[in-house]
T-cell receptor, first 111, second 109 residues
Framework: DGGITQSPKYLFRKEGQNVTLSCEQNLNHDAMYWYRQDPGQGLRLIYYSQIVNDFQKGDIAEGYSVSREKKESFPLTVTSAQKNPTAFYLC??????????FGDGTRLSIL | GQQLNQSPQSMFIQEGEDVSMNCTSSSIFNTWLWYKQDPGEGPVLLIALYKAGELTSNGRLTAQFGITRKDSFLNISASIPSDVGIYFCAGLGAQKLVFGQGTRLTINP
């Protein structure tokens, strides 16, 4: 089945640690995105990538980093510089002018 | 940055009632999307609108792309329990989606 896979579903981080969230897609989509969702709020764009080896900052990129070495993969690292990392993180992908499709998310919590 | 105002923030209705929610923006969008999100899952696309004035249906759902390109509404007719969730509008700007804050729909049986 084609789709977007995010792992893990739940992730716990200690203060001062970096953690990496995985996002893989087998839809052959060119563009991939990372969003952050806080309770009662909409989705806010962290980073996006239109093509392999290229990515741009979204609206809330501080404290996060990404890479796009392969078309199907767009991992997000939440660094220790992100002071409030507890949130639900969503990965999406799209191609051309088609709507974005989302994975099922990773919930990150601080121990 | 661009923002969408989505209303209402929450709705409490009886099963069988019709539902209406809308989004407005100060900016023009060329595409409007409506998503539904269930708890602990990612948003799922319900309807995509590509042309100003366009009215599109998907089963009991109907959405319209406002003629000014600055607004959109979503209607759900004859609500059922599985309609419960959070509904998001989104406008496609320059290569990026801008999301509304969501409408949380609760249905009393």
């Amino acid at each position: 089945d084609g789709g977007i896979t995010q792992s893990p579903k739940y992730l716990f981080r200690k203060e001062g640690q970096n953690v990496t969230l995985s996002c893989e897609q087998n839809l052959n989509h060119d563009a991939m995105y990372w969003y952050r969702q806080d309770p009662g709020q909409g989705l806010r764009l962290i980073y996006y990538s239109q093509i392999v080896n290229d990515f741009q900052k979204g609206d809330i990129a501080e404290g996060y980093s990404v890479s796009r070495e392969k078309k199907e993969s767009f991992p997000l690292t939440v660094t220790s510089a992100q002071k409030n990392p507890t949130a639900f993180y969503l990965c999406a992908s799209s191609t051309g002018h088609q709507p974005q499709h989302f994975g099922d998310g990773t919930r990150l919590s601080i121990l | 940055g661009q923002q969408l105002n989505q209303s209402p923030q929450s709705m409490f209705i009886q099963e069988g009632e019709d539902v209406s929610m809308n989004c407005t923006s100060s900016s023009i969008f060329n595409t409007w999307l409506w998503y539904k999100q269930d708890p602990g899952e990612g948003p799922v696309l319900l309807i995509a609108l590509y042309k100003a004035g366009e009215l599109t249906s998907n089963g009991r759902l109907t959405a319209q792309f406002g003629i000014t390109r600055k607004d959109s509404f979503l209607n759900i007719s004859a609500s059922i329990p599985s309609d419960v969730g959070i509904y998001f509008c989104a406008g496609l700007g320059a290569q990026k989606l801008v999301f509304g804050q969501g409408t949380r729909l609760t249905i009393n049986p």
